[in-house]
């Protein structure tokens, strides 16, 4: 390991930056200083990222995009366990409503030895036309080896 010729670099000391270290971080930033940097996430955690830009509606205002039934299960069982800490076993109901989607999910509350005597929980989420969760409550609990008795 060396930083010169001839002078061999100790272990512990950090490595300088060379001139190709700088030339490289200077090629990373953006050719036009008058255009922000673009960030990675959206701005709203909740919301999901779309690559295409909304629709406009005949009166020319933005429509949420459409989302698919896979990107409305994903939303919904992401941003529940993001709040609740539970892991999403199953989503059991999907439906589309007025107010955006309403969809049922099935988590482990309380995980036991076997499996078949751990605890459910079905919880109802309420999410907007964009898939940004709204609400969310639990319908039921109930043991994970048990049929239901309707």
Known sequence: MTDSPGRPRRSGQP???????????????????????????????????TSQPPAKGSDGTANPQQLTAVQVLRAASE??????????????????TDAGWVAE??????????ETM???????????????LTGYRRVRRY??????SR
């Open 118 to 132: 751990s605890v459910m929980g079905l919880y109802e989420v309420t999410l907007d036309p964009a898939g940004t």
């Open 15 to 49: 490595r300088k930056p060379s001139q190709s270290d700088r030339e490289a971080s200077q090629s990373d930033k953006p050719d036009d200083p008058d255009q922000p940097d673009q960030p990675d996430q959206p701005d709203n955690p909740g919301r999901l990222a």
């Open 79 to 96: 941003q529940l366990a993001e709040l609740t800490g539970l892991r999403t076993e199953g989503i059991s109901r999907l439906e589309r």
């Open 105 to 114: 999910a099935e988590v482990v509350e309380v995980a036991r030895i076997p």
């Open 143 to 148: 043991e994970r080896g048990r049929t239901d």
